[in-house]
């Protein structure tokens, strides 16, 4: 069963200000999240409860809640590796 993926209200202003590659990475991320909110590599964060981490490209990280309750998979930031923002 799938989960509904929640984007941040600037999502489209964050995509547009990464290179073309990366932008069509994370929405691709994104989608897939909705049908795997846990996939292959995935790291919660610490500590417990913060959320959970992807990574998307060699030095790109999506940070992401999941609401197993409701079903849904909030996104929270996307980052180069090192800026991190959690």
């Known amino acids: 069963m ?11 202003r964050r995509l547009r200000r990464l290179p073309p590659h990366v932008s069509q990475r994370m929405r691709q991320v994104a989608i897939d999240l909705g049908k795997d ?3 292959r590599g995935y790291r919660e964060l610490r500590p417990k409860g913060n ?5 998307v490209l060699k ?3 999506m940070v992401y ?3 197993d309750r409701f079903r849904t ?14």
């Open 73 to 86: 998979v909030e996104i929270r930031d996307v980052f180069v590796r090192g800026r991190a923002r959690y």
């Open 65 to 67: 809640d999941i609401d």
């Open 37 to 39: 909110p846990r996939p």
């Open 59 to 61: 030095d790109w990280r």
């Open 2 to 12: 799938s989960y509904r993926v929640i984007y941040p209200r600037d999502w489209d």
């Open 51 to 55: 959320g959970y981490r992807v990574r």
